[in-house]
């Protein structure tokens, strides 16, 4: 099932608040990052056909949703919101609200029990909204919305709300969405983790503007938006697939555009693909190859660029394997004691971070 | 004892109230969501019963029903009977002089319901009319009940707009309170007795279900 593109050029005028964005939107998950009152809702609001007086225009593939060509209703298109309050009918079951989007899906749609396996929804559906907790009634929503049969799936801050335990559960869930339902996801998050763990794409949001979109590791590892993601600490992503598991220490290699690397914690089938982050302070620099340490990663790296931080403290870009950046911080004693300046050669021991095994 | 006008007052109310929801629902959804500027104007003119006397009411439904007047004079000619002094047209004032009690709690009822159940099923592909029967009805079904029994309570309590455009006809358009006031004025204090005190213990009855119902049940869950 090919999933056409969403492209929008629209904007929202309000009492103090202006929304401007154009932008296109591909298949996969794409997260809409900014901080609150950014725009972001407003937005999600526009596309899905919910605020009567947004300009512009709108086209999914061939068809004008709004705009010059033509116009849809926000009934007609195939598009599904799920609101951050999950908003459940309060009189029907959770049964019946899946029933209610089911009855009235918009062409082609998933297999209800598909559905309902896939989000565990089982043994909640004989309940009334008001007897589930937050997570379940953001399952039962998600579910509800999926099997109303949308092509894009705007989801708005799916995962506040929930503790800990609750976002693990479906996060999964929501990452398997577009693979396994063929429907393209747009998740609005002011929450970074949110956005690592779950989106292929990230849109970056100030003040009623899109900045830019770009791949998530590649946006992520660029020191010219770690102020908006709010990181204090330079880092980069590394996608990764598996490509071998020792089972004997449970240690898994993965392939990166770095290097060969082996973390603990992943049982993911080979090939599976995975996403790293390696922060500044998990990069130890050494002259020698690392053999007598309990690291598990050392990799050949050539010194980039110095950078002067704060009093002391130096910001080193390193170029790694193939094409592969990578960020660590040295007091000036080190800077001097190991000649570090651009073109040196040198060893980084690492300790990746796993974020997550996209299925 | 002659109970027709138990009857006649019992069909007046049915009828009214029948008619009150199929054109005081959409009224009260317009009340509620529309955003014209004569909403004001249309909100006031549903409220006027409430406070103008039975009998200017009245006054005015006889003009309009009045075989030259400009309703009676139609229904005369398109259905060979006059409008005063008959049950529909006792039916059409009772229509009037009940729309708040009809109206408003409806409105009131789609108004407390937003914006937001509408959008969710909008989301999941339902038309709004589909909407407004499959959700908005259902989540004021307070409302209903509320508009249902204070419009039929109301109607059967109705005295001197009827007296007026009515009369007193038996079997016609003689409803319990008119026959109380026929019962006083020849001496019958037995019969209007019993008369007064079923409309007090049904009225009683009526208001006590409402204000049970509306004390138990709480709506809204999630929204």
Known sequence: MTVPPLDFDVSLERAGFGLRAADRLEAGITALFGPSGC?????????????????????????????????????????????????????????????????????????????????????????????????????????????????????????TGLDTARQREIMPLLRAIPARFGVQLLVVTHAVDEVLALADRLILMRDGQLMTQAPVDELYSSPAHWAMLGQREPAVLWPGRVVARDNDWGLTTLATDAGRLRVSGVSARPNAPVMLRVSARDVVLSLEPPLATSVLNGLPVRVEALEREREGLVRVRLAVGHRATLWTRVTRQSVAALRLEPGRRLHALIRPEVLGINH | MNLTPVWISLQLAGGTVAVLLVLGTPLAWWLATGRSRWRAAVDAVVALPLVLPPTVLGFYMLILLAPQGPVGGPWLAVTGQTLTFSFAGVVITSVLYSLPFVVQPLRDAFRGIGPRPLETAAMLGASPLDAFFTVACPLAGRGFVTAIVLGFAHTLGEFGAILMVGGSLPGETRTVAIAIYEHVETLDYAAAHTLSAGLLVFSFLALLAIYTLNGRRRLGVGF
Request: some cysteine; hydrophobic content about 35%.
């Open chain 1, 39 to 159: 725009g972001k809702t407003s937005l999600l609001r526009c596309l899905a056909g919910l605020e009567p007086t947004c300009r512009g225009r709108i086209r999914h593939g061939d068809q004008h949703w709004q705009g010059p060509g033509g116009g849809v209703p926000a009934h007609r298109r195939p598009v599904g919101l799920v609101f951050q309050d999950t908003r459940l009918f309060p009189h029907l079951s959770a049964r019946e609200n899946l029933g209610f989007a089911e009855r009235r899906r918009r062409g082609e749609g998933p297999d209800r029990a598909e559905v309902i396996d896939a989000l565990g929804l089982r043994p909640l559906l004989n309940h009334p909204p008001a007897a589930l907790s937050g997570g379940e009634s953001q399952r039962v929503a998600l579910g509800r919305a999926l099997l109303a049969g949308p092509r894009i799936l705007l989801l708005d801050e799916p995962l």
